[in-house]
């Protein structure tokens, strides 16, 4: 996931506004004590997220894929007075250190977080969403989307992670690499999709982020 040179993204960095001290506590118990830390959001990408929904302002936010809670605090600081952000994860053993943290960022009664499959979930919600963020399995991001995209208000937004996956979208595709090619038809489907205008931005492992026309 290095597209930039660390020093560039050092300087990036240093030209943020600061990470708050509930993320950056997140950031470092995920790193001590989480698989896979490199899922977290981060500071530089957690940042944009914020900006992204404060300029929305959105009422209703939903998260597909929620690992230890830090995105979904950074969105969820953009949200309206009257707003509720509902995030969904399979991994019920990450559930109680993202409550923890949703409680000490003052969220936890903004932030609904449901456990199981986003498949069958995301249908019971019957909510018409502000912004939508997408950072779960990957051979679901097409089935995601369409499940979401009725339901995105006028001028509301689809984000999605990781499209750039390490840059494998660029290079030769292994027969048995599901996970590219799932990328590669999103990608595809989101650029040829005549609802939604969209940039893929080449931030972290890449974001897609798109508005509904």
């Known amino acids: 996931m290095e597209f930039l ?8 960095e240093l030209h943020t506004s600061a990470e708050e001290p509930v993320l950056q ?3 470092r118990q995920t790193h001590l004590k989480v698989l896979k830390p490199r899922m977290l959001s981060g500071h530089l990408q957690g940042q944009l997220l914020s900006l992204l929904s404060k300029m929305r302002n959105p009422r209703r936010i939903l998260e597909i894929g929620t690992y230890t809670g830090y995105s979904a605090i950074c969105l969820a600081q953009g949200l309206s007075p009257d707003g509720h952000l509902h995030t969904i994860d399979i991994n ?7 409550a923890e943290y949703f409680q000490k960022a003052q969220l936890d009664e903004k932030i609904t977080m449901h456990i199981g499959a986003a498949a069958e979930i995301v249908p019971q919600l019957h909510e018409e969403w502000d912004l939508v963020f997408i950072d779960a399995d990957k051979e679901n991001y097409s089935l995601y989307y369409d499940l979401v995209i009725d339901r995105i208000a006028s001028n509301g937004y689809i ?12 290079q030769p595709v292994k027969a048995n690499d599901k996970s590219t090619k799932a990328l590669l038809d999103f990608n595809a489907k989101v650029q040829s999709d005549p609802r939604v205008d969209n ?3 080449p931030v972290r492992d890449g974001l897609m982020v798109c508005r509904k026309i």
């Open 5 to 12: 040179d660390p020093k560039l993204e050092t300087y990036c």
């Open 25 to 27: 506590e997140l950031n």
């Open 159 to 170: 984000i999605a992670d990781n499209v750039l996956w390490s840059g494998k979208v660029v």
């Open 92 to 98: 019920e053993e990450l559930q109680s250190m993202a």
């Open 199 to 201: 940039v893929l931005l």
